[in-house]
């Protein structure tokens, strides 16, 4: 077996064969590892191999098949591969993937389940560590909702309703039930002065996704408020250390859409990349 290691990456040639996996990628530094621990030319070209490196790296759980990815036998939806991807090449914890997975399947609605996917896919919503994700909601200036004025959204607050009360129709767009949305629903939505807060919902409680804002609300029947909107939120996985974007960058978020869509589209060439190599296998 031959290698060249430069600062751009390492590329393995082996039996013929020529393997490239660039610095930036997560299982970078595992190849580096093998390679000076003397692994064997096997070993080393199964961590370059695209689909047993990822199959690895996702653990038991997961399958990955030469289209696919599946998650205890269920097709895992594009935007969740997108995830995956994203923490794999940039060397994130799957932890919270892997809550998020367990927290959906406790979902008993599959419409929801599916629908919870395109909002993610709209929306591009971070992830917790313990397997929720994050949201935006816009308030009254006193912290009580559009509709009503009744409940209060103050940090801390965790409110609660019936699932069986929520409406369970996308095709009805204003109906019972607490909203989120994305940062451009929430800033768009209500009227004067108002406020924008940072909401934690579980997965197995969203109960519909409404077609009539292109996706980017949602319907839950519980949330938590965990903070008041500093800015846009990061958008793979999020913790207490590591939850907005980079102020000097982004600002107040306006320019957060740019941002994300280059994020996206470089999730997406990784799929694209993978998939291209398992097909040729």
Do not use: W
Request: glycine share 8%; hydrophobic share 30%.
């Amino acid at each position: 077996m031959n290698y060249i290691i430069t600062p751009e990456g390492i590329t393995v040639v082996s039996n013929g064969q020529s393997y490239t996996l660039s610095s930036t990628h997560g299982n970078y530094n595992a190849v580096l590892d093998a390679i000076r621990d003397g692994a064997s030319e096997a070993e080393i070209v199964d961590l370059l191999n695209p689909r047993v490196a990822l199959t690895k790296y996702l653990g038991g759980a997961f399958e990955v098949g030469e289209n696919s990815v599946k998650y205890h036998g269920e097709e895992v939806h594009g935007v969740l591969v997108q995830r995956i991807i994203d923490c794999h090449r940039n060397g994130l914890p799957l932890d919270p993937l892997l809550r998020f997975f367990e927290n959906l399947e406790r979902n008993d609605s599959r419409r929801a389940r599916t629908e919870l996917y395109t909002f993610l896919a709209h929306g591009n919503m971070p992830v917790t560590p313990d397997g929720c994700f994050l949201a935006y909601k816009s308030l009254r200036s006193d912290y009580t909702d559009h509709h009503t004025g009744k409940f209060s959204n103050r940090v801390g607050s965790t409110l609660r309703m019936e699932r069986r009360k929520v409406c369970d129709d996308a095709g009805i767009g204003c109906s019972y039930g607490f909203h989120a949305g994305s940062l451009e629903y929430a800033q768009s939505f209500g009227s004067g002065d108002k406020k924008i807060v940072i909401v934690k919902i579980n997965p197995a409680d969203v109960v519909s996704v409404p077609t009539d804002c292109e996706c980017q609300k949602l319907r839950t029947c519980q949330y938590e408020v965990v903070d008041e909107f500093n800015g846009a939120l990061r958008n793979t996985i999020a913790d207490d250390e590591n939850l907005y974007e980079d102020e000097d960058e982004y600002g107040d978020g306006d320019s957060v859409s740019v941002s994300n869509n280059d994020k996206i589209e470089d999730a997406l060439e990784g799929i694209r990349s993978i998939l291209s190599s398992l097909a040729n296998r």
